[in-house]
């Protein structure tokens, strides 16, 4: 079947240091994906997505990095500050690769903490 | 811009009652989106507007949850009556593009309504 999953369910890091949350998924057909943020007591808000004919995509302090032979997806943030502390999800499209009826498969979600 | 707004934030009922939540999407938002939520998973689709017509309810609980949005801007959701599993946050979406799901289209959540039924 198709699932979108994440490797790790907690991670800890110190203030300063790089963080990397990982992600797996089973769709190859997938033509993009999606890193969502969610804080404590908010909904998720849009990190960076990335497309199935790109391996890496940089923005503001986070690249993500897609492996299409191992299907694996990660998301780095550089110098991870108190403020990156939140639950993190990847997510695929589900459906035809155009019009109106596709939906977003979400992953468990990994923790983030970051230790001051 | 102002953002999606949900009401209420928090709302505790007992089994077999009824309940509504209420979303405002962001102003000419096309495309609503309602989530369920259980704690420690992520979001998973109720139902899809398009304006006022209905993408996909195809993970709605039919026989107890029902949606509408009438007029294509705001939006109910009602549970009736509530099992204990319905317990979650219910978060509404929305965004600018019809669902195609390309890079770009980016969803707006509200910040969620945390149901509890006990």
């Known amino acids: 079947g198709e699932s979108v999953g994440l490797h790790l369910p907690t991670l800890s890091v110190q203030e300063g240091d790089n963080s990397i949350i990982n992600c797996a998924y089973s769709n190859s057909a997938s033509d993009y994906f999606i890193w969502y943020k969610q804080e404590s007591g908010k909904g998720p808000q849009f990190i960076i997505d990335?497309?199935?004919n790109m391996d890496k995509r940089q923005g503001q302090r986070v690249t993500v990095l897609l492996n299409k032979t191992v299907k694996h997806l990660s998301l780095q943030i550089a110098a991870t500050q108190p403020g990156d502390s939140a639950v993190y999800f990847c997510?695929?499209?589900?459906?035809?690769?155009?019009?109106?009826?596709?939906?977003?498969?979400w992953g468990l979600g990994t923790s983030l903490a970051v230790n001051p | 811009e102002a953002g999606v707004a949900q009401s209420p934030r928090y709302k505790i009922i007992e089994k077999r009652q009824s309940v509504a939540f209420w979303c405002n999407p962001i102003s000419g938002h096309a495309t609503l989106y309602w989530y369920q939520q259980i704690l420690g998973q992520g979001p998973k689709l109720l139902i899809q507007f398009q304006n006022n017509g209905v993408v996909d309810d195809s993970q709605l609980p039919k026989d107890r949850f029902s949606a509408e949005r009438l007029k294509g801007v705001d939006s109910t959701l009602k549970i009736q009556p509530a099992k204990l599993e319905d317990s979650a946050v219910y978060l509404c979406?929305?965004?600018?593009?019809?669902?195609?799901?390309?890079?770009?289209?980016?969803?707006?959540f509200g910040p969620g309504t945390r149901l509890t039924v006990l």
């Open positions: 979406a929305s965004s600018n593009k019809p669902s195609g799901l390309t890079t770009g289209d980016t969803q707006y």
């Open positions: 990335i497309r199935s």
């Open positions: 997510a695929e499209p589900k459906g035809p690769n155009a019009g109106n009826n596709r939906k977003l498969i």
